[in-house]
């Protein structure tokens, strides 16, 4: 995909058999801002849940001295309003105001309220914005909500998305620590799904720099929220979890202690395996591996492929088909008799309470099962991704470098419901429901497999062998910033 911007100086980079046009970020282009946004005068931030406080928080940073206002715009009587004013937007500055109000009279507005709330209320939220301002988005749900009941945007207003490739806590955490290392963020996607002004691509592409987003690249709203509701259902959440689940029992059922059976799964994923994911790339955990454990891994990945590939397909049809977002708008309709449970009281998120506690402890092997479980299900994500047509940055962030680089280490930190929980209701609902899907069509499946005399069929990691992900990957890998989210505190980082 290939965009141009009048203030800022684009690149093109090849991933494999394509070539994109990306953004590279950067504090040095915070003074370009101004000129970028020039028509603004006030930014809208609208909503205070994942990605409401890091957002306003970031912008109204890189945007000081510039003249242009960042302003939240929350429900009257909302008790998110003492959590806006604790951190420096008040009524009385006029940093915070009710959130209609808010939308007329600001130039760009971005809606970051939960889904649950853009179904209900995206009527008077559309009426309220002014002819030829800017309606900004950070997910593509409404979208798909919209074509549901075959409606659209109003036609008098541009429509942008700039999607940070991780939760709200990581896009603001990254951004702070940027302050020390330029360029330190969460990568973004970007979109136009309608510009009338002639100005909304650099209106975007500000945006997303003002995040902190070290590298932005282009999709269309469409395509984002099809890999992005689809990717936390797969690998970035639900998979996740149901893998690290299905590994568990089936540890302690061959005999490890509780303790071991924790750091031979969980903490295999979000320690050493995540952590040589981002630095090195996907070949490297299977290089790490001696010979009998590179055996194990194989087997592992082969058993486990196919099986996760069949519960993704069904995930990505449901998504693309508006199933999925009927089902969330549905259970928020049920959350006043039947709020969302937890997903962190098993006996296996116990016993990581505990490991996670012995500070005295090592950090946990890769271990060849375990990352072949993973990396099947995470190749899985990507080849579907690409066999759709969705380009090659899109099919990295949201299945690779955001869960290795944003989410995983809050599991690592403090557990499953810490890195779920932090994310938005949509994903939340989603990770729990799909979940249960991994962990079943795992043990049933890929560990029986496993077990069995005999290599079975060596098609799918052949195919990993020699997948271009691990070219985009490298390419990536040189835009990355070096520093890693310190998840406050984390282990060692202190």
Same mark, same amino acid.
């Given at each position: 995909?290939?965009? %141009?911007?009048?203030?800022?100086?684009?690149?093109?980079?090849s991933?494999?058999?394509?070539?994109?046009t990306?953004?590279?970020?950067?504090r040095?282009? &915070?003074p370009?801002?101004?000129?970028?946004?020039?028509?603004?005068?006030?930014?809208?931030?609208?909503? *205070?849940?994942?990605?409401?406080?890091?957002?306003?928080? @970031?912008?109204? /940073?890189?945007? /000081?001295?510039?003249?242009?206002?960042?302003?939240?715009?929350?429900?009257?009587?909302?008790?998110?309003?003492?959590?806006?004013?604790?951190?420096?937007?008040?009524?009385?500055?006029?940093?915070?105001?009710?959130?209609?109000?808010?939308?007329?009279?600001?130039?760009?507005?971005?809606?970051?309220?939960?889904?649950?709330?853009?179904a209900?209320?995206?009527?008077?939220?559309?009426?309220?914005?002014?002819?030829?301002?800017?309606?900004?988005? $950070?997910?593509?749900?409404?979208?798909?909500? #919209?074509?549901?009941?075959?409606?659209?945007?109003?036609?008098?207003?541009?429509?942008?998305?700039?999607?940070?490739?991780?939760?709200?806590?990581?896009?603001?955490?990254?951004?702070?620590?940027?302050?020390?290392? @330029?360029?330190?963020?969460?990568?973004?996607?970007?979109?136009?799904?309608?510009?009338?002004?002639?100005?909304?691509?650099?209106?975007?592409?500000? *945006?997303?720099?003002?995040?902190? $987003?070290p590298?932005?690249?282009?999709?269309?709203?469409?395509?984002?929220?099809?890999?992005?509701?689809?990717?936390?259902?797969?690998?970035?959440?639900?998979?996740?979890?149901?893998?690290?689940e299905?590994?568990?029992?089936?540890?302690?059922?061959?005999?490890?202690?509780?303790?071991? =059976? &924790?750091? @031979?799964?969980?903490?295999?994923? %979000?320690g050493?395996?995540?952590? %040589?994911?981002?630095?090195?790339?996907?070949?490297?955990?299977?290089?790490?591996?001696?010979?009998?454990?590179?055996?194990?891994?194989?087997?592992?990945?082969?058993?486990?492929?196919?099986?996760?590939? /069949?519960?993704?397909?069904?995930?990505?049809?449901?998504?693309?088909?508006?199933?999925?977002?009927?089902?969330?708008?549905?259970?928020?309709r049920r959350?006043?008799?039947?709020?969302?449970?937890?997903?962190?009281?098993?006996?296996? *998120?116990?016993?990581?309470?505990?490991?996670?506690?012995?500070?005295?402890?090592?950090?946990?092997?890769?271990?060849? /099962?375990?990352?072949?479980?993973?990396?099947?299900?995470?190749m899985?994500?990507?080849?579907? #991704?690409?066999?759709?047509?969705?380009?090659?940055?899109?099919?990295?962030?949201?299945?690779?470098?955001?869960?290795?680089?944003?989410?995983?280490?809050?599991?690592?930190?403090?557990?499953?419901?810490?890195?779920?929980? @932090?994310?938005?209701?949509?994903?939340?609902?989603g990770?729990?429901? *799909?979940?249960?899907?991994?962990?079943?069509?795992?043990?049933?499946?890929?560990?029986?497999?496993?077990?069995?005399?005999?290599?079975?069929?060596?098609t799918?990691?052949?195919? &990993?062998?020699?997948s271009?992900?691990?070219?985009?990957?490298?390419?990536? =890998?040189?835009?990355?910033?070096?520093?890693?989210?310190?998840?406050?505190?984390?282990?060692?980082?202190?």
């Amino acid at each position: 995909m290939a965009f %141009t911007s009048n203030i800022f100086d684009t690149r093109t980079i090849s991933l494999a058999d394509r070539e994109e046009t990306i953004l590279a970020g950067g504090r040095h282009l &915070f003074p370009l801002l101004p000129r970028a946004l020039e028509g603004i005068s006030q930014i809208g931030v609208i909503g *205070w849940s994942s990605q409401g406080p890091a957002q306003a928080q @970031n912008l109204r /940073e890189s945007l /000081e001295g510039s003249g242009i206002k960042v302003k939240v715009g929350l429900r009257e009587g909302s008790s998110s309003m003492r959590e806006a004013e604790a951190v420096g937007f008040t009524k009385e500055g006029g940093g915070l105001g009710e959130m209609y109000e808010v939308i007329h009279e600001s130039d760009m507005s971005l809606l970051l309220i939960s889904d649950a709330a853009f179904a209900e209320n995206y009527r008077r939220i559309f009426d309220a914005f002014r002819p030829q301002t800017t309606l900004g988005l $950070s997910h593509g749900f409404l979208l798909s909500h #919209l074509q549901a009941l075959g409606e659209d945007f109003p036609a008098n207003i541009n429509v942008i998305a700039v999607c940070p490739k991780g939760m709200g806590p990581s896009v603001r955490r990254l951004y702070e620590q940027g302050r020390q290392v @330029n360029g330190a963020g969460i990568n973004c996607s970007f979109a136009v799904h309608r510009d009338i002004t002639g100005r909304a691509t650099d209106y975007a592409l500000a *945006w997303a720099v003002a995040l902190g $987003s070290p590298y932005t690249f282009e999709t269309t709203l469409e395509s984002e929220y099809k890999s992005d509701i689809f990717g936390e259902r797969g690998i970035l959440l639900g998979a996740v979890h149901g893998i690290a689940e299905s590994l568990y029992s089936r540890f302690v059922d061959k005999g490890e202690s509780r303790d071991d =059976a &924790f750091i @031979n799964s969980a903490e295999s994923i %979000t320690g050493p395996i995540s952590k %040589t994911i981002s630095r090195s790339g996907l070949n490297a955990v299977y290089e790490e591996l001696d010979e009998s454990e590179k055996a194990a891994f194989r087997k592992a990945y082969n058993a486990s492929y196919h099986p996760c590939r /069949e519960i993704l397909e069904e995930i990505y049809d449901d998504v693309a088909s508006g199933n999925e977002v009927r089902s969330v708008i549905q259970a928020t309709r049920r959350h006043g008799t039947y709020p969302m449970g937890t997903i962190d009281s098993t006996d296996m *998120w116990a016993t990581g309470e505990k490991v996670r506690a012995d500070s005295t402890r090592n950090y946990a092997p890769i271990h060849p /099962e375990t990352a072949g479980v993973y990396l099947a299900c995470m190749m899985a994500q990507v080849d579907l #991704l690409a066999d759709r047509g969705h380009p090659y940055s899109e099919i990295a962030n949201e299945s690779i470098i955001e869960a290795v680089d944003s989410l995983n280490p809050y599991m690592d930190y403090k557990g499953v419901s810490y890195m779920v929980d @932090n994310c938005s209701t949509t994903a939340r609902l989603g990770a729990r429901k *799909w979940a249960a899907r991994f962990d079943y069509i795992l043990k049933q499946q890929a560990y029986t497999a496993i077990d069995k005399e005999g290599s079975g069929d060596e098609t799918p990691f052949e195919k &990993f062998r020699s997948s271009n992900i691990h070219e985009v990957l490298s390419v990536c =890998a040189e835009l990355r910033p070096s520093v890693d989210i310190a998840v406050v505190p984390t282990r060692g980082s202190e």
